[in-house]
């Protein structure tokens, strides 16, 4: 392999990245991944709350804006694996109307139906080693109440990526929602996907390779030709695949088509960063009179019609500790350890449609910060069905003798950010095509969570692990990767 030569360059070893990369690496081509962040540590401090929680330790620490230049900081993870380290692994695929358009909720469509991803999602499923959890049994009490209550509230157990040993490891099952396993019990794109090419010639992973920039082809700026990191290094490939997560990939982008010039002239340029979605997510904490001992918990999701586009999944263990980390400081370590005993926490999701004006701006803030600029009001079906779905569901808790107090996430609770570089059959409405391949430019893929033009009802990785295996596929069975 000639130095810094490959067949594909791709940025990112999250979901998305590893994915194409596990099958370029099997169709025998040439595969460098750079990723900005290290493998993260196996000495017990991914599953420390204090770490992981309250001091954000592995979290990102640069600030962004929002569309009113007040500083925050979004929830992304740079390391090996990307956001799929600290997943709660919920591997569910789209509904196949999920794939088209939806007028009334500003849901566009998507340029291939279920059936085309259908085989991906296979082969992502088996990778994951996928699975579902018995409910335990006060969940199970839990979940029987509502339903008797509600029939409406239909419930389905969850898949997950998670191995059935982690039940012999208590520290392990009550800190995998959130945190990073250190024995890899949780299926990760790094546990599943990289691992099992790692030792291949015809692959490299090189950490602390943080790509700041495109190169262009000499005389072609719609050709691009490699990457630069921070550290001043260039990677040449014959596909450049562009997987740094949808809050980062479209910043490349924008970045590129404006040095380039090229933001004139390509008729997706507008459109590059726009459609920002991460969910309309409210987290539910649900407190009974009565101690609870179940242990894993995620195990349920409910479906209700008259929610067409909301789940509500149960989330992992909670106790005090954790608790503690969303309470105020003033509130006494006792009072937060009794509360823990008693609480249940559920995640309540609604699709947010597509709004061209919710978007990723690179540099656009003051002193050249990131923005994200989203509102619900641009999206008001989402927001109305959410807090309906919330209000109802908290009434069902209500009648099984819970109380429920709910947060929404907020602008920082980037865990689902997707969306940004659109995949569309017209240029002028979708920035990389069916195949993945940006409009108008040559060389150049998208394969992670940006391309999605829904975001569902349902959890992302799934579908993004089956677009980068789609691309993978693909690329990889392109005889010749010149031009
Ligand atoms: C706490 C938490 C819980 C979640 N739970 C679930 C769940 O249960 N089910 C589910 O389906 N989804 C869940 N998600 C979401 C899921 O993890 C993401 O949807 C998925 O990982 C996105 O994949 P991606 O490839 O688009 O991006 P990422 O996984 O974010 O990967 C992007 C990668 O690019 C790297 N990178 C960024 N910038 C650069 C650069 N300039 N140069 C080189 N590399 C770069 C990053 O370090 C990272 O490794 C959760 C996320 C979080 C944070």
Redesign the pocket.
């Known amino acids: 392999m000639t130095p810094n030569v490959y067949d594909a360059v791709i ?7 590893a994915a194409v990369a596990f099958n370029l690496v099997k169709a025998n081509k040439n595969v460098v991944l ?4 290290e493998s993260l540590p196996r000495d017990g401090s991914t599953l420390a709350v204090k770490t992981v929680f309250k001091q954000g330790h592995y979290k990102n620490k640069a600030p962004w804006v929002d569309n009113r230049n007040r500083t925050f900081m979004p ?10 380290k ?7 695929r789209f509904a196949p109307h999920e794939f088209e358009a939806d007028e009334e909720f500003h849901c566009l469509p998507w340029p291939i139906g279920y059936a085309d991803l259908e085989p991906y999602y296979d082969q992502a499923e088996e990778l994951l080693h996928l699975h579902r959890f018995e409910n335990e049994p006060e969940l199970q009490k839990l979940i029987d109440k509502i339903v008797a209550a509600d029939p409406g509230w239909r419930p389905e157990s969850l898949p997950l990526g998670v191995k059935r040993a982690i039940l012999q490891d208590e520290n392990e099952a009550k800190h995998f ?2 945190f990073a396993s250190m024995c890899g019990y949780k299926s990760d ?1 790094e546990v599943s996907l990289l691992n099992r090419i790692a030792d291949r010639a015809n692959f490299r992973l090189l950490t602390n ?4 920039s495109l190169l262009a082809g000499e005389d072609s700026p719609q050709t691009v030709i490699g990457v630069r990191c921070a550290d001043g290094s260039s990677f040449y490939g014959s596909r450049v695949i562009l ?4 809050m ?1 990939s479209p910043r ?1 982008l924008q970045d590129y088509l404006a040095q380039t010039g090229l933001n004139a002239s390509l008729p997706s340029a507008r459109l590059v960063g726009a459609h920002f979605k991460f969910h309309v997510n409210s987290a539910l904490v649900a407190f009974s009179p009565f101690a609870k001992h179940d242990m894993l918990r995620k195990t349920a999701i409910f479906f209700n019609a008259a929610y067409p586009h909301t789940t509500v999944q149960c989330l992992g263990w909670l106790d005090g500790e954790i608790l503690a980390t969303q309470l105020p400081a003033a509130v006494p370590r006792f009072v937060a350890n009794a509360m823990g005993k008693r609480a249940y926490g559920f995640f309540v999701t609604t699709e947010d449609g597509s709004s061209p004006d919710n978007r990723i701006i690179s540099c656009g803030g003051h002193g050249g910060l990131p923005v994200m600029d989203y509102e619900l009001g641009r999206i008001k079906p989402s927001r109305d069905e959410h807090r309906r779905a919330v209000r109802a569901f908290e009434g069902r808790l209500l009648q099984a003798g819970l109380m429920g107090v709910a947060k929404y996430m907020g602008l920082a609770g980037t ?4 969306g940004t570089l659109v995949t569309g059959a017209n240029p002028a409405d979708s920035v990389v095509d069916a195949d993945g391949k940006v409009h108008g430019l040559q060389n150049l893929y998208v394969g ?3 391309i999605l033009p829904r975001a569902s009802r349902v ?4 579908t ?1 692990y089956a677009w980068g295996l789609r691309l993978g596929r693909h690329l990889g069975q392109t005889d010749t990767f010149d031009g």
Request: hydrophobic share 40%; proline share 2%; charged share 15%.
């Open positions: 940025i990112g070893s999250g979901a998305g990245g750079l990723e900005r962040g929830e992304e993870f740079y390391n090996v694996g990307g956001k799929t600290w997943y709660g692994a919920a591997l569910l929602d959130g794109s390779k943080q790509v700041d997987a740094a997560g949808a980062t490349l865990a689902h950010a997707m992670d969570g940006s959890n992302p990785a799934l993004i």
